[in-house]
């Protein structure tokens, strides 16, 4: 399974970017997705994830600003990401899951999102 993860970059605080994750290797569809992130000197954390049936969750430090979807055509998860703030920067990483047919636990190696205030 190979999870490519792209769009990271050096924005200023309020701006927006769009990370993109393309996935190979999987039956994409039968994956739940997710981003998460780590910040220097901090644990990983989930930033937001979109399940097989297409149910989102997303963490509470970036509700109503950042949105998750996901292409099961193109295999592709993507995460708008709006009203940046300083402390969204950090390494994302895109995550693909799944508990069941064999079980999956694949993540890709990161894009560097840094937020200028």
């Known amino acids: 399974v190979q999870l490519q993860a792209s769009g990271g970059g050096v924005v200023q605080a309020g701006g927006s970017l769009r990370l993109s994750c393309a996935a190979s290797g999987t039956t994409f569809s039968l994956n739940d997705m997710g981003w998460y992130r780590q910040a220097p000197r901090k644990q990983r954390e989930v930033v937001a994830t979109v399940g097989r049936e297409g149910n989102t969750y997303v963490a509470d430090s970036v509700k109503g600003r950042f949105t998750i979807s996901r292409d099961n055509i193109k295999k592709t998860v993507s995460l708008q990401m709006n009203s940046l703030k300083p402390e969204d920067t950090a390494v994302y990483y895109c995550?693909?899951?799944?508990?069941?047919?064999?079980?999956?636990?694949?993540w890709g190696r990161g894009t560097l999102v840094t937020v200028s205030s």
């Open positions: 995550n693909a899951r799944r508990t069941d047919f064999g079980g999956l636990d694949a």
